[in-house]
């Protein structure tokens, strides 16, 4: 009843809020924003369970630690390099790659453990409390703004695809933005021609130009972003996984419609106007719009490439172990089972890429 309460409320500050406009309406990255971070109602701000069997979505962390253990092991070359090595998680949720990254560092490093400094930036005050209660030396941080620059890594899985976005398309030759309005208490969407010189700039400087009647998500959000991971970064490396996809791909009929979806109760949702507040919103980033903002920040690409090859480049079926156990719940089996989903053309590994940049 009072999450029902709490859709309620948010939706009804949304509608206020569009009524206010001179326009009747607010850009939809805007209602993005407030569907996922307004103070306690919105998405990521309620006090909730939100990742895993009891949320409603899972990541790859939720198969399985081994997918913490080859991002560790990827890293491992780096702490010889500095007295100090840092590695900063963004967007840290319930703390699942956390615990499988440092269980696995305690093994791998034993007596050196105290040469790392772990850095835990989460959004949530809900997940920010789970955190705290793990048994690891790490700093708990609300924002990468409360970051000190550090030598190391800063890793984001799912980090960039939480961003609020434009969604633009072309009709009649003319780049239209998507809007939200209501009617008699109802969102619903509707296109009018870009008036946002901001967001005019940004296709034009990217070479953003949607086909005929397809739709692009376009987070602006990516170059205040990266100046931040530049200034936060000394040197090291950053690795961002995430939802994308090559800019080529927007004109397949596949993605005429764009990518734009929420997630409830592990169900796909095709109306992200539909109770705000109460589902995760994503979508699939451009890979090379990425890239485009990083370099002009000063970082080098060093690898891009599906979740799976990453995996198997880097070694996870090394991870298999030889077993005889005919029980299919004992913890080898699982484990194998979960290595092979992340590798699975079934599996989620194939909607996500790997971006790794060095600075």
């Known amino acids: 009843m009072a999450n029902h309460l709490y859709m309620d409320t948010l939706n009804n500050l949304i509608i206020n809020k569009i009524r206010k406009e001179k326009t009747h309406s607010i850009p939809l990255d805007h209602f993005i924003n407030l569907a996922l971070y307004y103070p306690e109602l919105g998405y990521y701000k309620k006090n909730r369970e939100k990742i895993g069997k009891n949320g409603d979505f899972y990541t790859s962390p939720f198969v399985s630690d081994v997918f913490a253990e080859i991002i560790f092991d990827y890293c491992l070359h780096n702490l010889d390099i500095w007295d100090r090595f840092d590695f900063c998680e963004i967007g840290a949720g319930t703390g699942k790659f956390l615990s499988g990254w440092f269980t696995y560092a305690t093994k791998r490093l034993k007596n050196r453990l105290n040469k790392v400094c772990y850095y835990a930036i989460e959004s949530s005050p809900y997940h920010r409390e789970l955190l705290k209660k793990y048994p690891f030396q790490i700093q708990v941080l609300e924002e990468l703004d409360s970051l000190s620059p550090i030598n190391g890594v800063i890793f984001a899985n799912e980090w960039l695809d939480a961003l609020p976005a434009k969604v633009i398309t072309k009709y009649e030759g003319t780049i239209c933005e998507a809007v939200v309005a209501e009617n008699r208490g109802e969102l619903y969407q509707r296109y009018e021609p870009i008036k946002d010189e901001k967001l005019l700039s940004f296709i034009e400087k990217y070479q953003l130009d949607p086909k005929e009647g397809f739709k692009i998500e376009l987070p602006l959000k990516l170059e205040s972003i990266f100046p931040i991971l530049s200034q936060k970064l000394g040197s090291g490396k950053i690795i961002l996984i995430d939802y994308m996809y090559p800019i080529k791909e927007w004109n397949t009929p596949a993605l005429m419609d764009g990518s734009l979806r929420g997630f409830k109760n592990h169900q796909l949702m095709k109306n ?38 990453f995996l198997l480049k880097n070694g996870i079926l090394e991870k298999l172990e030889n077993h005889t156990i005919s029980d299919p719940f004992h913890p080898v089996a699982k484990r194998n089972r979960a290595v092979q989903s992340l590798i699975s053309p079934g599996g989620m590994s194939p909607y996500f890429h790997v971006l790794i940049f060095e600075k």
């Open 272 to 309: 992200v106007l539909e109770t705000p507040g109460d589902m995760d919103i994503t979508y699939h980033l451009p890979i090379e719009l990425i890239i485009a903002v990083a370099k002009e920040n000063g970082f080098i690409l060093t690898e891009s490439a599906r979740q799976d090859e």
